[in-house]
C-alpha cells in the first residue's frame, strides 16, 4: 500500500516507498539500499518510544534477530533502538505468512507438508544453535517464501544463556501456540518451549486446527496446560512425530534435533489425514476466530504479501527416503514438444536481484571432455566396492591427508559459504566476507587472505581465476557511503594483493534468475558496469579495458558463459520494473570486440544453466499466479544463437538445476535428483538420495561419477549414466538443508574432492577413500 500523511519519507537514511502494514506496536515500511536492494523498515510507535521497558524488548529483538540471520530468517540490515523512534531494518522477503494461505487455501497435505515440517525444523535447529529462543512461533511468523519457510519476528525472544526480562502482569505470546511452561512460567522458557509450539503449528498447517482451540483464548489457555491434544485429522505418519512434542513437560520433549531425524524418516508424501479417531472437541464447532491468528501485532520486518503461496504440485516420482529407486529407463519419459511453447507465463517476480530469497547462483557448468563409464551397480557406503571409483589416472598432491579449515572473513557475525577453483596446488575461494583467499591443495594451510567489510549479497561467490589472476566480489561497509555498493576486486594469485577493482552493477537476478555480474572466460573479465548500461571488458591481470559495449536501447542485460563462449541475455526494461520477465533475448557476444550478435528470442522466463554440446541450455520455471513452482521446460539455443529448440519437460521439477556431462539435473529439496536429457527434455533416471537441499553436480575428473553437496557439507556421489548411488557422506558443517538455487560447492582436482559448506567451512578428501558415514 502506498505511503500516508504523515508518515516519514526516509527512515536511517532509507527512503520509503510503501506502508507494507501496521500494528500495535509499530508500522513496517518498504524502503531501498542506495544500491536499490529493497528492505522492510520495522518503526516503533512514538509512545512506546519512551517505555524503557519496550527499549530493552526491542534492543533483545534486534540481537536475537541478528544473532540468527540469514539461514531462515529475514537478515538484519541496519538498525537503531537508541533512536528517538527506535528502528530495525531487515531483508525483504516475499510470500504469504502460513496464517495467509491456511485462510486462502486451506491446510497443507502430501510432499508440501512434509517439506514445511522439515523445513521449519531446521529453522528452529538453527535458532537454538546460535542460542536463541523464539517464544512466539505462531503460523503470522513464518513465511512462506519460494526457498521454504521463513521464521520471522523475534520480538520476544531471548538468548537462552540470559536472563529473561520481567515482564511484570504480562503473559506474552499466542495461547493457541503456547508451550504450558510458558503460560505457567514464562521466566522459565527454554528450546524444548518451542518444540510444543513447532507441533501445534504443524497440526495447524495440517488440519487448519490447533491442537488445543476453544471458544476462547482462555479456554485454549486451560487445554494448553491440562487437556491432550486433539490429533484426530493429522495424518497418521505425522501424528506419531508430533505427539510427543506436546508433552506437557519439556524434558519429555525432543530437541530440534532429534525431531529432524524423525521428520527425515517420514515418507515423501504423508498421505491422507488420519480416521476420525479422536474426534474433534464438541466446544470447536464453527468459530475459527480463535485459532487463526488475529496477525494484530506489528507486521514483521522482511514479510511480504502478495499472492504467493506453496503449490500442492509436486513431481510425481518422488519416492521415500530409503526406498530404492526405479531401475534407469523404467519410469515413463514421453518425448516434450518440439518448437517454440505458446502462453509463456510470468516470471520476473523470481528474478529480482532484491529478492534474497532466490538470490543464489543457479549452477552453469562448463562441459568438459569424455567420462569414464561407470560398471556395475556399487555398494552404498565406503568400504564395499562403490570406493574405488577413481580412473588410474587420478592423483593427489604431494603429501596430501584430508583436511578440513574454516576461513574467516571480514565480517565474523556473517559466515557465508564460500566457493571455490583449483589451479595446481592453489585453491582460490571466496564469497561473503571474503573477497578471495588462497589454500594450499595439500593440505588446506591459508597463503593469503583479502576480506571484504560488508554485507555480502545471497549467492555471490568467487568470481573466477586464471593462471595469475583471482577475481572475486567486495561489499562496501555500511559505513562508508562513499565506496561502491559492490565492486569486482583482481588478485594477484602468487601475492595476494590488489591488482585493480572496479564498480559492478546489479541486474543479473532480475534478467536471468542467476546472481553472476562478472565472468572470467579465458584471460578477459566480463563486467557490468555500475549504472546497469553496458558490458565492460579487462584484461584480468592489468586491468586494461579491452572494450565496452552499451546495452541494446531500453533493455537490460546480463552476461551468461557458455563454455568458452559468452552471451548476453537482455530484458526490456518495462518488464523488469514490472518484475515480469516476458521476453528475454540471448545474443552471441564478441569476445575480442564486444560486438552483440542478432537478438534471438526465448520463452520467457528462462534460466541458463550450462552447455551441452556447444548449445546454451536454459530451463523454463513455471508460474502458478506469482509463485514459482518449478521447471517444466528446456531448451537449447544453436552456436549460431540463430535457431531455439523447446522440449516440455515430463513434469514439474522443483529444486535447484545444474548441468555435468551434458545432461541437466534438478535436485530437490528432499534430495531427489533428476536426470533429464536437455535436447528432448525426457528423463533419463531419478535417485532419491539421503541428502536434502544438496547442490550441483560437480562431474568428478574422470572416475565417471557426479558430487552433489550441501550447506551442512554432506556429499553423495552418483554414477553418471544411471544414477547409481556410489557413496554419501555425513554433515561437517551446521548449515541449512533443503536450500534451493544453490551453486555447486563442490571443486574436484583429479582425485581430491574439495567442498565448501557453511559458515566458511572448506574441506577435503580423496574420492578413492570417501569419510565412512555413521
Known sequence: MSLRGGDPEEIGGYPLEARLGSGGMGTVFLARTASGRPVAIKLIHQQFAGDEEFRIRFRQEVAAARRVSGAFTAAVIDADPEAEHPWMATTFIE?????????????????????????????????????????????????????????????????????TLTMTGRVIGTPPFMSPEQLQTPRGVGPRSDVFSLATLLVYAATGQGPFD?????????????????????????????????????????????????????????????????????????????????????PAPGAASPDHVPSDHAPSDHMPPGHASPPAGASPSAPG??????????????????????????AVAAIGG????????????????????????????????PWRKAVPGGRADIPDELRCVARGDALFCGGGGVVAARLRLSDGSRVWTENSPGVPVQGMHLVGATD????????????????????????????????????????????????????????????????????????AHSGKVAWKEPFPSGTRCAPVPAGTRLYAMCAPQAELSAGEVRHPVLRVVDLASGNLGRAVAVKGPAVPVGAAGGDLVLLHPRQEGPEMVGYDGVSRVGRAAHEVTYSRLPNTYDGTPGMAD????????????????????????????????????????????????????????????????????????????????????????????????????????????PPKSG
Open 468 to 539: 595469475d589472476t583471482v577475481l572475486g566480489y567486495r561489499f562496501a561497509a555500511e559505513d562508508d557511503p562513499g565506496s561502491p555498493q559492490t565492486e569486482v576486486v583482481a588478485i594477484d594469485a602468487d601475492k595476494g594483493e590488489e591488482l585493480w577493482s572496479v564498480p559492478s552493477g546489479a541486474q543479473s537476478t532480475a534478467v536471468t534468475g542467476r546472481t553472476e555480474d562478472a565472468v572470467v572466460i579465458g584471460s578477459t573479465v566480463v563486467t557490468v558496469d555500475a549504472s546497469n548500461t553496458r558490458f565492460e571488458a579487462r584484461r
Open 662 to 769: 551434458g545432461t541437466v539435473f534438478v535436485s530437490g529439496r528432499t534430495g531427489l535428483v533428476t536426470a533429464l536429457d536437455p535436447a528432448t527434455g525426457r528423463k533419463k533416471w531419478s535417485r532419491q538420495t539421503s541428502v536434502e537441499g544438496v547442490s550441483g553436480p560437480v562431474a568428478g575428473d574422470g572416475d565417471g561419477a557426479l558430487y552433489f553437496s550441501s550447506a551442512s557439507g554432506r556429499v553423495v556421489a552418483l554414477s553418471s549414466r544411471k544414477g547409481e548411488h556410489l557413496w554419501s557422506t555425513d554433515p561437517r558443517a551446521d548449515g541449512l538443508a533443503g536450500e534451493v538455487n544453490a551453486s555447486p560447492r563442490v571443486t574436484v582436482k583429479g582425485s581430491v574432492v574439495v567442498v565448501a559448506a557453511a559458515k566458511n567451512t572448506v574441506f577435503a578428501f580423496d574420492a578413492t577413500k
Open 370 to 401: 569424455g567420462v569414464a563409464v561407470m560398471g556395475a551397480d556399487r555398494s552404498d557406503g565406503p568400504g564395499g566396492k562403490g570406493d574405488d571409483i577413481a580412473a588410474a589416472g587420478a592423483r593427489l598432491p604431494g603429501g596430501f591427508e
Open 95 to 163: 510470500g504469504h505468512t502460513l496464517a495467509q494461505h491456511i485462510a486462502k487455501k486451506g491446510p497443507i497435505g502430501g510432499v508440501e507438508l512434509r517439506r514445511l515440517a522439515i523445513g521449519l525444523t531446521e529453522a528452529l535447529r538453527d535458532i537454538h544453535r546460535a542460542g536463541v529462543v523464539h517464544r512466539d512461533l505462531k503460523p503470522s511468523n513464518v513465511v512462506l517464501s519460494p526457498e521454504g519457510p521463513r521464521v520471522i519476528d523475534f520480538g520476544i525472544s531471548r538468548a537462552a544463556d540470559q536472563q
Open 214 to 298: 476453544a471458544d476462547s483464548p482462555y479456554m485454549t489457555a486451560y487445554q494448553v496446560v491440562h487437556e491432550a491434544p486433539s490429533l484426530g485429522a493429522v495424518p497418521v505418519e505425522l501424528r506419531r512425530v508430533v505427539e510427543p512434542c506436546l508433552a506437557k513437560d519439556p524434558e519429555d520433549r525432543p530437541s530440534a534435533d532429534e525431531l529432524l531425524v524423525r521428520l527425515r524418516d517420514l515418507p515423501a508424501d504423508l498421505g491422507s489425514p488420519a480416521g476420525p479417531a479422536d474426534g474433534p472437541r464438541s466446544m470447536r464447532e464453527t468459530d475459527t476466530q480463535h485459532h487463526l491468528p488475529t496477525d494484530d501485532d506489528t
Open 337 to 362: 514438444d518440439s518448437g517454440h511453447g505458446t502462453g509463456a507465463v510470468v516470471g520476473g517476480r523470481l528474478r529480482r536481484r532484491w529478492r534474497p530469497v532466490l538470490a543464489a547462483a543457479v
